[in-house]
Structure formats: structure tokens, C-alpha cells
């Protein structure tokens, strides 16, 4: 079963302009996680935000998240052509994760 | 650091026949995983190991699919016999302990015929 959610499945922005992937999720969580991947390779360990941390940030990366609303969402601020790829929330609940369906990022350069 | 290493890259075969995958995670981490991929979906949870013992297998379809690492370093899965519904990729992960981020190889692609 898929605990995470992620909102927009697909989203198709110009270069230079902001993308926000949503994520809800069901349970109570330890951490957080998000992951990107390119077409036709593995997936690539993006930020972790832990259960009692609000927001958290790593270069064109901010994540919140919202613990009583079970939701996280991802902003990549100032997009760019390489950033077009897969991006997925993943809930660890008990030192295993559980991956979301994914939000198909394009962007056009 | 050599990152986690797959293979074969891809691989088609026929039902009923079988299949297995290699893994090798990166050096000194001693929790590896397995994650099956369907087209379309996020990766799902296969088998994890911690060094050369299971944790977690739950999701695993015993009937068919086994896993097994030997020596607490590389790992490997087999399907036998393979159904059309396990066409996917499949993933292998590892980390150092079962809490941190884990590194993923590139995957098999595997297209049952």
C-alpha cells in the first residue's frame, strides 16, 4: 500500500519559475523524505525532515512540514531544464519507507 | 564512493521462467533493500536486510520470489517461475543503518513475455 500522496501528478512549468509538489500521508511518521528521480534511473535522495522540524531548506530546495495536517510539500524555487524529472514523498514510519505515486516535474526551457 | 551497483541493466524472458538480480550495495552499509517499481507508481518495498539478516519481508511473494545476502555485502533476487504482472523495475538500495537516507542503483528492467 502507498501511505503518500503526492499532488499534482504532473506539472509543467518554464525555466526560471517556481514548482511546489504536495504530499499527504495517513499515519504518524518519524521522518519524511523526498526523492527524485530521472528517466530510467534510480532514485536519488533529495531532503529529510524529521517529525518535529517545521521546514528545511538545501540550496533551491525548501520543505515544510505539517504534522496535524499530515502534509508535506516541496518548493524548487528558480527551475531549471535538468530539473525535470520524478519527484516522491516517502513516509518512514518504522525504519521503512513508504513511497508516494509521484509528481511528473517538466520544465521547459 | 562507487555508488550501488546492478545488474543486469535490463531483461526480458518469458512466464514461467525464472530470473534473479545482483545488488551490490555501497561498502560499509549495512542495511539493503529491495523495491519493485511498476511503471507509473513509486517504488514499493520488496525485502530489507540489516547486514545478512531479514527485517522486513511482508510484502514479498513468498511463492515465487526469494532474496537472500549472503556474507552481509551483496545481495540477490529471484523470481521463479515469473508472471506477467512482475514486469517492473527493480530496485536495490542500501544505507547505513535503517534510519538514514537510502542510495538506489539504476534498477533492472524486467518485461515478462
Known amino acids: 500500500s502507498q501511505q503518500g500522496e503526492e499532488d499534482p501528478q504532473a506539472l509543467s512549468i518554464q525555466e526560471g519559475e517556481n514548482a511546489t509538489m504536495n504530499c499527504s500521508y495517513k499515519t504518524s511518521i518519524n521522518n519524511l523524505q523526498w526523492y527524485r528521480q530521472n528517466s530510467g534511473r534510480g532514485l536519488v535522495h533529495l531532503i529529510l525532515?524529521?517529525?518535529?522540524?517545521r521546514e528545511k531548506h538545501s540550496g533551491r530546495l525548501r520543505v515544510t512540514l505539517d504534522t496535524s495536517k499530515k502534509s508535506s510539500s516541496l518548493l524548487i524555487t528558480a527551475s531549471r531544464a535538468a530539473d525535470t524529472a520524478s519527484y516522491f514523498c516517502a513516509t518512514d514510519s518504522s525504519y521503512k519507507l513508504i513511497f508516494g505515486s509521484g509528481t511528473r516535474l517538466l520544465v521547459r526551457p | 564512493e562507487a555508488g550501488v551497483a546492478q545488474s543486469p541493466r535490463y531483461k526480458i524472458i518469458e512466464k514461467r521462467q525464472s530470473v534473479a538480480f545482483w545488488c551490490n550495495p555501497i561498502?560499509?552499509?549495512?542495511?539493503l533493500y529491495w523495491y519493485q517499481q511498476i511503471l507509473g507508481q513509486g517504488p514499493k518495498l520488496l525485502i530489507q536486510f540489516q547486514n545478512n539478516g531479514v527485517v522486513d519481508d511482508s510484502q514479498l511473494p513468498k511463492d515465487r520470489f526469494s532474496a537472500e545476502r549472503l556474507k552481509g555485502v551483496d545481495s540477490t533476487l529471484k523470481i521463479q517461475p515469473a508472471k506477467l504482472e512482475d514486469s517492473a523495475v527493480y530496485l536495490c538500495?542500501?544505507?547505513?543503518?535503517?534510519?538514514?537516507?537510502?542510495?538506489f542503483g539504476d534498477g533492472t528492467r524486467l518485461s515478462i513475455l
Open positions: 561498502s560499509g552499509h549495512a542495511t
Open positions: 538500495a542500501s544505507s547505513p543503518s535503517g534510519n538514514q537516507p537510502q542510495h
Open positions: 525532515i524529521r517529525s518535529n522540524e
